[in-house]
């Protein structure tokens, strides 16, 4: 592999890592299955471009598929898995479908805070009112961002 690519494979595989919260070992494998040029990898493939163990390939591999974040096909004559991404269109629905989720359940905890301020303790709620209001702002328009994005994809499918 080229060293841009190792280096590439590396800053994605760190954002999935913590996007994800996926071990180490299989957000590479998930930034390589991203950045592929072929049809699938196999599990040597796989092997060979991480360089890890196979148990821990294999245990990476088997977490992916388990989160549905990759899935297997296989060939006619051919006994291997060839591993790749999930299908594009539901991944990218999901991912947004996913942050519309995180947003909304932040939204709520976020005004039964406020609620508890504004009957417990008035004098708090009051300060920091003006604070509190730019970012239920904000959380709102990312909801209704998120949401409109979601309707948009859904009528590309």
């Given at each position: 592999?080229?060293?841009?690519?190792?280096?590439?494979?590396?800053?994605?595989?760190?954002?999935?890592?913590?996007?994800?919260?996926?071990?180490?070992?299989?957000?590479?494998?998930?930034?390589?299955?991203?950045?592929?040029?072929?049809?699938?990898?196999?599990?040597?493939?796989?092997?060979?471009?991480?360089?890890?163990?196979?148990?821990?390939?294999?245990?990476?591999?088997?977490?992916?598929?388990?989160?549905?974040i990759i899935s297997?096909?296989?060939?006619?004559?051919?006994?291997?898995?060839?591993?790749?991404?999930?299908?594009?269109?539901?991944?990218?629905?999901?991912?947004?479908?996913e942050s519309l989720?995180?947003?909304?359940?932040?939204?709520?905890?976020?005004?039964?805070?406020?609620?508890?301020?504004?009957?417990?303790?008035?004098?708090?709620?009051?300060?920091?009112?003006?604070?509190?209001?730019?970012?239920?702002?904000?959380?709102?328009?990312?909801?209704?961002?998120?949401?409109?994005?979601?309707?948009?994809?859904?009528?590309?499918?």
């Open positions: 592999m080229e060293k841009s690519k190792e280096e590439l494979i590396e800053t994605l595989g760190l954002h999935l890592e913590v996007e994800n919260n996926l071990p180490p070992l299989a957000a590479r494998i998930y930034a390589i299955l991203i950045l592929t040029n072929e049809d699938g990898l196999t599990f040597d493939d796989c092997l060979e471009k991480r360089g890890a163990s196979k148990s821990s390939v294999s245990t990476s591999l088997n977490l992916l598929l388990k989160m549905e297997y096909f296989t060939k006619p004559g051919d006994r291997r898995r060839y591993f790749t991404l999930t299908e594009r269109k539901a991944f990218f629905l999901s991912k947004l479908e989720k995180r947003i909304e359940k932040e939204k709520q905890i976020f005004e039964l805070v406020q609620n508890y301020f504004k009957v417990n303790n008035p004098k708090k709620y009051e300060e920091s009112k003006a604070k509190t209001s730019v970012y239920l702002n904000y959380i709102t328009k990312h909801e209704s961002l998120l949401k409109e994005h979601v309707k948009e994809y859904q009528e590309h499918l």
